[in-house]
């Protein structure tokens, strides 16, 4: 079954807004992962938190984590239509293998 | 940077035959996967490799199988194609040590017809 579930399933925004996304998961994880797809390509890693960091920052990203709630979040500021993409999150329990979630559909309007 | 390569982009076979997808990595890494993915149902784990010649069952290994006989590359097989096996197809590799970030290739859309 899938471990990451994110929440809202799809989003639109105009360019230049912020834009969130939700990630929950059921069981203590080693590492959280956020990656994007643009549409018909493969997967991107964009972002790792670790389990004993509560907040990371990559450019435009900012990845927040919650092991007592047991969820993700992930902001793009600033929005550009080159965001427009699927967002996925991955959790990894320390071994080799990631559980990818079910993914945001983001679309940025111009 | 890493390169994760794929053989096909897109694909097209009838249903009963043998299909061979395959991934070729650069960066001499441990681990390789090959997961598929449909749509609501995100990204589901078929089989995973930590080495050559070894290979692990992820979550969905019926009517496939792979190989691994050197490093760099991993194939999966579709024994006998079905509509139902109609899907995008994405291989991934990682380093042996944590945190396993993954890198992957292109995917290649299948269509079994």
């Known amino acids: 079954s899938q471990q990451g579930e994110e929440d809202p399933q799809a989003l639109s925004i105009q360019e230049g807004e912020n834009a969130t996304m939700n990630c929950s998961y059921k069981t203590s994880i080693n590492n959280l992962q956020w990656y994007r797809q643009n549409s018909g390509r493969g997967l991107v890693h964009l972002i790792l938190i670790r389990s004993n960091e509560r907040e990371k920052h990559s450019g435009r990203l900012r990845v927040t984590l919650d092991t007592s709630k047991k969820s993700s979040s992930l902001l793009i500021t600033a929005s550009r239509a080159a965001d427009t993409a699927s967002y996925f999150c991955a959790t990894n329990f320390g071994n080799e293998k990631l559980t990818f979630g079910t993914g945001t559909r983001l679309t940025i309007i111009p | 940077d890493v390169k994760v390569t794929q053989s096909s982009r897109y694909l097209v076979k009838r249903t009963g035959e043998k299909v061979f997808l395959e991934c070729v990595q650069d960066?001499?890494?441990?681990?390789m996967f090959w997961y598929r993915q449909d749509p609501g149902l995100g990204l589901r784990l078929i089989y995973f490799s930590y080495d050559v010649k070894m290979k692990e069952k992820g979550d969905i290994p019926e009517g496939y199988s792979v190989s691994r006989e050197k490093k760099e590359r991993f194939s999966l097989i579709l024994e006998s194609a079905s509509t139902n096996q109609t899907s995008m197809y994405l291989c991934?590799?990682?380093?042996?040590?944590?945190?396993?970030?993954?890198?992957f290739g292109p995917g290649t859309r299948l269509t079994v017809t």
């Open positions: 960066m001499d890494h441990e681990n």
């Open positions: 991934a590799s990682t380093p042996g040590q944590p945190p396993y970030e993954q890198y």
